[in-house]
């Protein structure tokens, strides 16, 4: 997938499996897990000539330019959990996040979640 991801332990990395929760197809991804934290990390490569909205039905409301382009979506309430979408996006390369993680602890973690997909990197 030729992107990189600063993850602290406590996080496991299952590569090359179907992602299917909040998106309208699967999709194959990486999907880095924090039971202790109820917390999981999707990262999906998006097909060519395509973007977030093909596959969520989450505006993406909020936008920051740097190195990348980064729109994302508010916090989405969905049962127990808090959903966050993020596309990252430079030159044809086109990367789709979606954070998950338990209503319950997310304020007490939000920092450390915020700092994993800033971390995210990829070869332009």
């Known amino acids: ?36 934290l109820g917390a999981s990390i999707s990262v999906l490569r998006l097909p060519l000539g395509t973007d977030a909205s ?3 039905n989450y505006p993406l409301v909020n936008q920051k330019e740097s190195f990348y382009m980064l729109r994302y979506s508010s916090k989405i309430e969905v049962i127990n959990s808090y959903y966050f979408f993020f596309e990252i996006v430079c030159g044809e ?9 338990e209503k319950s602890n997310y304020e007490e973690n939000k920092q450390h979640y915020l700092s994993i997909i800033n971390s995210f990197g990829m070869e332009c």
């Open 54 to 56: 093909y596959f969520i």
């Open 93 to 101: 390369k086109n990367f789709l996040i979606i954070l998950e993680t």
């Open 1 to 36: 997938f030729n992107f990189s991801l600063t993850i602290s332990d406590g996080w496991q990395i299952q590569d090359k499996v179907m992602i299917t929760k909040q998106i309208h197809e699967p999709m194959e991804g990486a999907v880095f897990i924090n039971s202790e």
